[in-house]
């Protein structure tokens, strides 16, 4: 396996590439991409993208977020994990973690990360290099049933034909109340704009130097 790294230089000529436009899977898109060509706390040599390749064939990638944390006076640069993505076929098979350890080589073991999947959590904890700062515990809750995928079962296809049985017939009985549900307490959805560009007024407001909070995801499972 062969792990690339991208900075600033990298990822600009990578996204004008051919190549680019016609991966299968593509690993940030162009809007992402130049939201972190014009982050002020970017530096020129910092790594924004990993992209993991087995047989010429892109089975993983990593993005990281260039950010700096202030303690009084003192600024620190770090990078957020803001991107994690293993090939299905490819999982367990050690990607992510190689993908972490190559992240944490190029910033000197300066990585944060926030809102992981639990799926991730394993990566995380192997690797030794994190710190759990703030843990909030919360509540997860189901709009329909699920069982399949909450019981968390040993799947056989006798379980399997079971639970999906068992949640078509809750979820045929869920349903009224569901639309009662939408009928009494309607939601204005926001509106939203489908852009295929950066606009002129995103670029003028990164020229100034603003950015907004970054939204830390990870897609999939590792």
């Known amino acids: ?89 490819m999982r367990r098979k050690g990607i992510a973690g190689e993908l972490l ?20 959590f394993g990566v995380y904890q192997k690797s030794g290099a994190f710190t759990d700062l703030v843990n909030r515990e919360g509540i997860r809750a189901y709009l329909r049933f699920n069982l399949r995928e909450t019981l968390s079962l040993k799947e056989t296809f006798l379980r399997k034909i079971i639970l999906i049985t068992a949640d078509g017939i809750l979820n045929i009985v869920n349903s009224p109340r569901l639309y009662y549900h939408n009928l009494v307490f309607k939601n204005d959805y926001p509106q939203y ?16 130097g603003l950015r907004c909070t970054p939204e830390i995801s990870f897609l999939g499972n590792l």
């Open 1 to 89: 396996m062969q792990i690339r790294r991208l900075n600033k230089k990298a990822l600009r000529e990578f996204i004008d590439s051919d190549k680019f436009h016609s991966m299968p899977v593509i690993p940030i898109t162009k809007h992402r991409a130049l939201s972190h060509l014009s982050n002020p706390r970017a530096s020129d040599d910092d790594v924004l993208l990993l992209l993991a390749f087995e047989d010429n064939r892109m089975v993983g990638y990593l993005g990281i977020l260039a950010d700096l944390l202030y303690d009084q006076e003192a600024a620190y640069k770090v990078g957020w994990l803001s991107a994690y993505w293993v090939d299905a076929a």
């Open 193 to 208: 704009e489908k852009l295929d560009r950066v606009d002129d007024e995103r670029l003028q407001l990164g020229d100034k």
């Open 101 to 120: 350890r190559e992240a944490l080589d190029a910033w000197n073991n300066q990585i944060l990360v926030a809102d992981w999947v639990p799926n991730s």
